[in-house]
């Protein structure tokens, strides 16, 4: 099969289609997907962002001046009561929380333990002053205090609070000072001190009830003290979403506690600002991480939240910028509504993303349009195609970068079949830290690999290096009787063609009827001439947790039953079919083993194809 010719591979008698020219694919929708796939009253997503998207609200010319005066550093009670004594610390209104948290976790914290994906630590053995470390998804959910939603869901207020109280003031007296930059320490990164703020303020009726009035005041003090920090550290923050976290912490502030409308002026500006540029021009975050577009859409929802308690709407800019955020993030999900494993990101379960969902007020449906954000989605029937076509994200944006160009993952009726291994971004959990780095090798997506090497450079701390700067991506619906059309991708990246000279395409051709895809991965000299001598390659193809996989006799295929009874067959055109094992992180971010099916060989410098076939025996 090639790039101009019919895709045909496996036994006789099976479809071709042939690869010719067609309209630019819309996706089919089917019956049976989540409520936000289903048509109605929806808003379109995928439409670019006018420049009023991420305009600072229309305010008068007084309120500029209050903006401009506290950004010069003039206090907000010298601007609102300059004759006045500053207000004493309290709460202006109490907060509806609207996102939920673990039952689970929240019972573990009120027996003794932070639970975070599966891993239980101690509270008395936590070092809340951060001189001893603790693995970054303990370290995130300890300083930023997400753990309060979890104990909030697990009991009533009686219950949870005292629990809510002694942590909050084991952490207060391992913290007695701010340092005067951000970085000292993980309590004091932008992103932990800015979500901290805004989780105080949502669940301050856990931490500010009881009857200790020393602590209430401590804790009082500590929201207006951490308010100060951030509004003179935000610009300091590590990377734009945690910017964006550090500027909700300020709006929160600035809408409950006393005196704040200057600090909500200064905050909202900033808060918009940041979000433009976290922001791509079809709601995707540069970071292409699913797990960012989930954080950013948590924060704004949150924030909202704070709105509400004081009966204020909030810019329509943000507004706007919810809605924009949510089509990409529900272009990743498969049809049970969970969650595809990409850049980091774990299968989140459909039921904490549509509570997500359900929170933003958002109804849409996943992107079409796809531009920056990169993932090609493709609804046939019963089967969901994703497909990474963009490079890496910038170094600048990633937290958790991946190798992943033109790998893909394959779903039908809810039920896996190829995907990626995922985890990288709860690596400290029962995921060891030591894999992070693996997880977000090429070899741990669903593509093909060169020389076992990364088609990008994966470096330590999340960042990424050189490798794919450009990907090529060609979309087409194929005509054909009813069942046999088909859509049609074809991408290439040039993360080989320095080292190798070669450049990796890739097709993939989904009949209407979800039963079958077809593909190859085609090697092209990137010079125009191709050099002496081979390399050796493999093409991975990471299955399904649950599926039982056996070789054929001929090597060249394998056979596929998976946990709902269906059985799928693989064929391959060339090179030698094994089975491996591997690893997948489940929706709690938990290890779970799991089998990949691995062509290898070696291939001529001077290029080379390799067509397989994965269809839907029964």
């Given at each position: 099969m090639t790039a101009g010719d019919e895709a045909a591979v496996g036994e006789g008698g099976d479809m071709a289609i042939p690869l010719g020219e067609g309209a630019e694919a819309g996706v089919s929708e089917a019956e049976g997907y989540p409520a936000y796939e289903q048509p109605g009253a929806l808003v379109e997503p995928g439409r670019a962002?006018?420049?009023?998207?991420?305009?600072?609200?229309?305010?008068?010319?007084g309120e500029r001046l209050l903006r401009l005066a506290y950004r010069m550093g003039i206090s907000g009670s010298t601007l609102t009561a300059p004759f006045r004594k500053p207000a004493k610390p309290r709460l202006l209104a109490t907060v509806a929380n609207p996102l939920p948290g673990s039952r689970v976790a929240g019972t573990a914290l009120r027996a003794g333990h932070f639970l975070v994906h599966g891993v239980k630590a101690p509270i008395a053995q936590i070092d809340f002053a951060g001189a001893a470390r603790m693995t970054p998804p303990l370290e995130r959910v300890v300083h930023s205090f997400a753990w309060l939603a979890d104990l909030e869901a697990s009991a009533p207020r009686e219950q949870a609070a005292p629990v809510a109280e002694r942590?909050?003031?084991?952490?207060?007296?391992?913290?007695?000072?701010?340092?005067?930059?951000?970085?000292?320490?993980?309590?004091?990164?932008?992103a932990n001190a800015g979500t901290r703020e805004l989780n105080w303020l949502v669940h301050a009726p856990l931490i500010l009830s009881g009857s200790d009035k020393a602590l209430r005041a401590k804790v009082l003090a500590a929201l207006s003290e951490t308010a100060r920090w951030l509004d003179k550290n935000v610009g300091r923050a590590e990377d734009l979403l945690a910017e964006v976290a550090g500027w909700c912490g300020i709006v929160a502030a600035g809408l409950l506690l006393p005196e704040g409308k200057?600090?909500?002026?200064?905050?909202?500006?900033?808060?918009?600002?940041?979000?433009?540029?976290?922001?791509?021009?079809d709601g995707g975050v540069l970071a292409r991480s699913p797990m960012q577009q989930i954080e950013a859409i948590a924060l704004l929802v949150r924030l909202r939240a704070c709105y509400g308690a004081v009966r204020r709407d909030p810019p329509q800019a943000l507004e706007a910028i919810l809605a924009l955020l949510v089509p990409p993030l529900l272009a990743l999900t498969h049809g049970d509504g969970s969650l595809g494993s990409w850049q980091g990101a774990w299968a989140i379960d459909a039921a904490d993303l549509s509570g997500l969902i359900a929170a933003s007020g958002v109804r849409t449906r996943p992107l079409r349009d796809v531009r920056q954000w990169g993932y090609q989605r493709v609804v046939a029937n019963k089967s969901i195609l994703q497909f990474d076509a963009a490079p890496p994200p910038l170094a600048k944006h990633a937290r958790t970068g991946c190798a992943s160009t033109l790998a893909f993952e394959l779903s039908h009726a809810g039920q896996r079949i190829v995907v990626n291994c995922g985890g990288a971004a709860c690596a400290g959990g029962l995921v060891p830290v030591r894999l992070e780095q693996g997880l977000r090798a090429t070899a741990a997506h669903s593509t093909l690999v060169l020389d076992d090497a990364n088609s990008t450079a994966v470096l330590m701390g999340g960042r990424i290096g050189g490798g794919v700067s450009e990907v090529e991506i060609d979309r087409r619906t194929l005509g054909g009787e009813k069942g046999t059309g088909a859509t049609r991708l074809e991408a290439s990246h040039n993360g080989y063609a320095s080292r190798y000279g070669l450049t990796h395409r890739r097709i993939l051709i989904l009949r209407d009827d979800g039963t079958e895809l077809r593909g190859e991965d085609l090697?092209?000299?990137s010079g125009g001439k191709g050099k002496n001598g081979k390399v050796g390659?493999?093409?991975?193809?990471?299955?399904?947790?649950?599926?039982?996989?056996?070789?054929?006799?001929?090597g060249q295929g394998a056979g596929l039953a998976l946990p709902d009874g269906s059985y799928w067959q693989f064929?391959?055109?060339?090179?030698?079919?094994?089975?491996?094992?591997?690893?997948?992180?489940?929706?709690?971010?938990?290890?779970?083993?799991?089998?990949?099916?691995?062509?290898?060989?070696?291939?001529s410098r001077g290029g080379g194809n390799f067509a397989w076939l994965l269809k839907k025996m029964g």
């Open positions: 962002l006018a420049l009023a998207d991420f305009s600072p609200p229309a305010i008068g010319a942590v909050l003031a084991a952490w207060l007296a391992a913290n007695p000072k701010m340092p005067t930059r951000p970085g000292k320490g993980p309590a004091w990164s932008i200057p600090r909500r002026l200064f905050g909202e500006a900033g808060l918009i600002r940041a979000l433009g540029e976290l922001v791509g021009d090697l092209v000299p390659f493999a093409i991975r193809f990471h299955l399904g947790l649950g599926i039982e996989v056996g070789l054929s006799e001929d064929r391959s055109g060339g090179g030698q079919v094994s089975i491996e094992e591997s690893i997948w992180a489940d929706g709690q971010g938990r290890p779970q083993p799991i089998q990949q099916l691995v062509v290898q060989g070696l291939v």
